[in-house]
């Protein structure tokens, strides 16, 4: 799950790690009324889930009073990579003597938690791994330390961040405090870009970036919290609750299926054959014909979709639980569009059996279904 | 011969007397493997389809002599299960589970590698001998014995390639489903050089997809490291940057772990990789 930079800002408040005073505002007047408050010079920073906003024109810095109400209107009217900008972040404007870049992530290839530090801040370190990877140092801790880590175990990594001894320290306490976040809250990733040396030789967390795995979020309400409902497809929200894994596409073959891997092999058939998805879904594996009916109502919604097709390879799915939840949905409303259906494995006689004498097209393999589905949907 | 279980694994069951763990029990003891002894802590003494429950991994493991454990302990129990695994003389654990917490996994894995002990999973259905010795929840009756190796990242994907296979003759020595994580005990590139040197494994077919980087590390090891024939199958071409395709790990990130990219990374090691699924029995008849 990804949090905005204000609310991981207030992570970093709760957790010690020095950051600039700022208030997240929804409109121009707010953010005239904060900057007032605050004293300029202010930076008016977006709040969407997405990098890159600064060379979009969503981060501005503002030194007269005068100039807050009209930057902070057109940074609200700005939509950055199709996501509208609905909130600010006004904050003081700070004075870099220096900039790093330090994060904590979950290095998936190394299967360890991994810091990384580059000496060059504010970049954008994918760049510069490529680049330059002499420039990136990295810091392996191993999970069960992560909470107990102490800034001392730190100030070999940052002082080759840093050439004052004191800055050193400072970002080597930092680190200590970002570990403890990292595993307390169950993240998955806590990036700092830039922390920087302000005027008086503070080091100051200026930018925030925390992901949160999704799978932890059980342990963590005070995070679901966070949730921002504006950046979220309502469906998909919806889907999960339910137990489906939905996202939509922009195709004309609405598909359900059990399985994730099998899922996106069925979306990637049907391209295949020259057909175009209208959504991923993964019914899940247990089977309950409830979850079908929603997932129905979820493909349905689309207006494009032309055709469904609905692919399951019963392991712990039962066919027959599949076919009651299909004839269930036919009873509760009438779905507009014609259906083919693959079911195999785990009770599939009884599944046919009791799709008999409806008009449901039936197809023997993946790739026949897709076939139909390509023919009958056509292309997007 | 096959790789990590044969007829002769001892497997204990932890979450014997849940719901899916006591499901599983029964699948498993139809297939025949040998299941041992079970773990719930606080139900020790009891037995379930004659096999004896047990309060710790321990316990069952110093009673039984097991060297496999299977664990549908729920994610929000996962951790403590596993680490609880780490503290028996076990050779391998595998984890069924979905959704469990990755630093969980990560502190997990951790402990067990540093006992010796090798991880399967999580989010897997297990892994399966064809004729010999099932440890999960795959359908027993798609396999069939051979000497076709299967490694793979995906569930129901995987058993309609195995179908495939079975369908056309070739059997498999061994079918192992990985998991769907960002951390997984045991990756391609873990598994392959057990391929390689069994002498009744021909060819291995690797089912990969979206996210991370495993499968062109597998393809650098094939270069290098092996002589037996791999085919591959990518799922996820038609997946959109940035999303979360249902299983935790597979997510694209950028321009590296895109399905195209890890097509092109294989094949240009040498590994063949199916466009649809029936062409992977192609490649391999080739």
Known sequence: MKIHEYQAKGLFREY??????????????????AAEAMGLPVVLKAQVHVGGRGKAGGVKVVTKQEDVGPTAEKILGLTIKDLPVRQLLVTPAADIAKEVYLSILIDRGARKAVFIGCADGGVEIEVTAKEAPEKILRLEVPAAHLATAKGLE??????KLFSHADQAAQAADIMA????????????????NPLIVDGKGKVVALDAKVLLDDNALFRHPELVALRDMDSEDADELNAKEEGLSFIRLDGSIGCMVNGAGLAMATMDTIKHFGGDPANFLDVGGSSNPKKVVTAFKMILKDPNVKVILINIFGGITRCDDIARGILASLEEFEVPVPIIVRLIGTNEAEGRALLEGTELISAATLEQGATKAARIGGTA | MSILIDANTRVIVQGITGRDGSFHTEQMIQYGTKIVGGVTPGKGGQTIFDVPVFDSVKDA???????????????KFAKAAMLTAAEAPLKMLVVITEGIPTLDVLEAYEALTAKGIRM??????GLITPGQCKVGIMPGPIHKPGRIGVISRSGTLTYEIVKELTEAGLGQSTCIGIGGDPIIGSKFVDLLPLFEKDPDTDA???VGEIGGQDEVVAAEYFQKHMKKRVVGFMAGLTAPPGRRMGHAGAIVGGEDD?????IAKLESAGIPVAKVISEVVKLIEK
């Open chain 2, 204 to 206: 291995v077919v690797i």
């Open chain 2, 120 to 125: 399967i999973g999580p989010n897997c259905p």
């Open chain 1, 16 to 33: 010690g790690i020095p950051t600039p005073d700022g208030q997240a505002v929804r409109t121009a007047d707010e953010a005239v009324a």
């Open chain 2, 258 to 262: 895109t399905a195209a990219s890890k």
């Open chain 1, 154 to 159: 730190f100030h070999n990594f940052t002082a």
């Open chain 1, 177 to 192: 405090k970002m570990a403890r976040l990292f595993v307390e809250k169950d993240c998955s990733l806590v990036e700092i």
């Open chain 2, 61 to 75: 493991v110093a009673a039984t002599g097991a060297d496999v454990s299977v664990m549908y302990v729920p994610a």
